[in-house]
């Protein structure tokens, strides 16, 4: 174990785009150390991109939300039309938050053309100057612009999202992102909006939330009900600070291993049918009820000796041709580029965007206060819809049941807690991740340990 007392400066080096990952160990210290968790506010919270909320969040000059990372509250706001500011959410008088979170949600919402600090009244525009002070010649003329504004935190947007750094010397938000930035930007991710989002207080690290998801190793074992429509075995890739996985596809089906994914079995356009209607009842999202729809028809409209690749393509076209009726265009994507980009991205360090055409399937997860063994994890589907029709979906606070999650993520949680807990037995050297398939673990801790100093990946020799 390294030396988490040391001071340490972020290496710059990271996995070159597609480079092969070898069978490692993973120190265990990342995931059950105080004194890690400890440590992660400095060198890794306050050094890299989050991912906040999304712009449709906040569309009128004076909507605003917040976003919490361990001691840090961070106040984005539409400052005018085209322009967001964020700013640390503490008054510069005497260090109260100017917005409170309320009790039970996950964030603060809201609109207001200035803010005002509940113990002074001290006043703040929407570009974070302070317009007020009750007897300010008490000062002596000392409060300057300067001395009173709100601090400042990058921010930029993305994907529809918002993005926050804590660091005012960040490199810029496209810069972090790549290659991940490249790969998704032909699925149009701005255009979608929140079907349904969830968030939880779960017992396991941040790490072990993500990494549940990071992977299709453990389809077979954790969901076996999906091995009816296919054999799932995937892989994973390291794309500099961030990795994406995918599913492992016949040569010259490639596109095939996409999140819009032809089931397996005797006749595809029966089991496809099955597998979409399954994926809605069991996740409500990865799929949409205009796929729903064009897959109940493929029985009708395609003969039963229609080739795989052919009864895709039939899907596809129908559902996209459905959704253009009802005001919904898919964007244009090379079917090359679908099977390069995979069937999700991690983004370093907390977040999942697992992408497609129509629809999305998003995770983050950060710290609950500086306890290793719990976290705050997200759940959001997102959905292209018609202009005006897009559900007013709001974060809804859930337990870890198969009632609010669906019994597909249930299965996942039923083991993020177990595996928190198994870590912290002494007698587990730490993890073994598949290279090939749990190869976005290795690149997580390969670039943990840039920023934090301590915790590379050992190579099992």
Same mark, same amino acid.
């Given at each position: ?30 995931? %059950? ?36 990372? @361990? ?16 700013? !640390?959410?503490?008054?510069?008088? +005497? ?66 999202? %918002? ?25 149009? @991710? ?71 994914? @032809? ?5 595809? +356009? ?26 109940? +028809?493929?029985?009708?409209? @395609? ?59 998003? !995770? ?63 007698? !587990? ?33």
């Amino acid at each position: 174990m390294g030396n988490l007392n040391e001071t340490t400066h972020i290496n710059s080096q990271t996995l070159a785009e597609g480079e092969p990952l070898h069978p490692v160990i993973c120190p265990v210290e990342a995931y %059950i150390s105080e004194d890690y968790v400890k440590l992660e506010r400095d060198r890794l919270w306050r050094k890299v991109w989050l991912r906040a909320g999304r712009v449709e969040e906040i569309p009128e000059v004076g909507n605003y939300i917040t976003y919490d990372i @361990l001691d840090d509250s961070i106040l984005i706001v539409r400052s005018g039309p085209e322009t967001i500011n964020a700013f !640390y959410n503490v008054c510069t008088h +005497r260090g109260r938050r100017l917005v409170d979170t309320p009790p039970g949600q996950m964030n603060a919402q809201g609109k207001t053309m200035d803010f005002t600090c509940g113990f002074h009244g001290w006043n703040f525009n929407l570009t974070g100057q302070c317009t007020y002070v009750l007897a300010k010649e008490e000062w002596a003329g000392t409060l300057t612009d300067e001395r009173t504004r709100l601090g400042e935190v990058k921010v930029d947007t993305w994907g529809g999202w %918002i993005w926050i750094n804590l660091d005012p010397n960040c490199e810029p938000l496209r810069d972090y992102l790549e290659p991940a930035a490249s790969m998704l930007d032909p699925f149009q @991710l701005e255009n979608m909006r929140y079907k349904w989002r969830k968030w939880v207080v779960f017992d396991c690290n941040w790490k072990v939330a993500l990494e549940a998801f990071d992977e299709t190793y453990h389809i077979m074992a954790t969901h076996p009900e999906f091995m009816a429509f296919g054999a799932h075995r995937g892989w994973a890739k390291a794309q500099g600070k961030h990795s994406n996985i995918g599913y492992d596809a016949a040569k010259g089906e490639e596109e095939n291993q996409g999140k819009l994914r @032809l089931a397996a079995g005797k006749d595809a +356009r029966v089991a496809t049918a099955k597998m979409q209607q399954f994926i809605k009842e069991t996740v409500n999202a990865v799929t949409t009820d205009t796929l729903i729809k064009a897959a109940n +028809r493929l029985v009708e409209d @395609l003969p039963a000796d229609t080739p795989p690749d052919q009864v895709l393509k039939y899907w596809h076209e129908s559902a996209k041709k459905i959704d253009a009726e009802r005001g919904v265009f898919w964007p244009e994507v090379d079917s090359a580029h679908v099977a390069k980009s995979g069937t999700a991205w991690q983004i370093f360090p907390n977040a999942q965007i697992g992408h497609s055409v129509n629809n999305a399937l998003c !995770y983050t997860a950060r710290p609950f206060g500086y306890d290793p063994n719990k976290c705050y994890f997200e759940v959001s589907a997102l959905e292209l819809f018609p202009e005006g029709e897009e559900p007013k979906a709001q974060w809804q606070r859930g337990e870890p049941t198969a009632e609010d999650f669906g019994p597909v993520i249930y299965q996942d949680f039923s083991n993020m807690a177990a595996v928190q807990a198994g870590m912290r037995n002494g007698g !587990y050297r730490g993890n073994i991740p598949n290279p090939k398939a749990e190869g976005a673990v290795i690149s997580l801790h390969r670039n943990l340990a840039k920023y934090m100093g301590t915790g590379a990946p050992e190579p099992i020799k």
